[in-house]
């Protein structure tokens, strides 16, 4: 996603989607444009595409920049680790957690 200005590139959004949402990654601007916050106007852009295609949320990914803050992010765990007995019984409640973990239990 690009901005641009009388035939000039602005600025630059560098991110990808996954199958729920589109992860916004990094924004390269010629610092020329600053005073226009181009970071700010292509993140509304990607949010707005985010809408026109029904998902509501944007992963703004890792990190706890301001922005994100001023924008209503949250912060998420990135992971989760679950460690069980090797016990028989630990063994099956770690089956079934990675077969719930990958959608194939309720």
Same mark, same amino acid.
């Given at each position: 996603?690009?901005? #641009?200005?009388?035939?000039? &590139?602005?600025?630059?959004? =560098?991110?990808?989607?996954?199958?729920?949402? *589109?992860?916004?990654?990094? #924004?390269? =601007? @010629?610092?020329?444009? $600053?005073?226009?916050? *181009?970071?700010?106007?292509? %993140?509304?852009?990607?949010? +707005?595409?985010?809408?026109?295609?029904? !998902?509501?949320? &944007? @992963?703004?990914?890792?990190?706890d920049?301001?922005?994100? !803050? @001023?924008?209503?992010? &949250?912060? +998420? *765990? %990135?992971?989760? &680790?679950? #460690?069980?007995? +090797?016990?028989?019984?630990?063994?099956? %409640?770690? %089956?079934?957690? +990675?077969?719930? $973990? =990958?959608g194939?239990? *309720?």
């Amino acid at each position: 996603l690009a901005l #641009v200005r009388a035939g000039e &590139i602005a600025a630059e959004h =560098f991110g990808f989607w996954s199958g729920r949402a *589109p992860h916004y990654y990094n #924004v390269a =601007f @010629d610092e020329r444009f $600053a005073s226009f916050s *181009p970071g700010g106007l292509l %993140l509304r852009e990607t949010l +707005r595409r985010a809408c026109e295609k029904g !998902r509501g949320q &944007i @992963d703004l990914l890792r990190g706890d920049e301001a922005y994100k !803050r @001023d924008w209503g992010g &949250i912060c +998420r *765990p %990135l992971s989760t &680790i679950t #460690v069980f007995n +090797r016990t028989l019984a630990g063994r099956l %409640l770690g %089956l079934w957690a +990675r077969c719930r $973990a =990958f959608g194939r239990l *309720p």
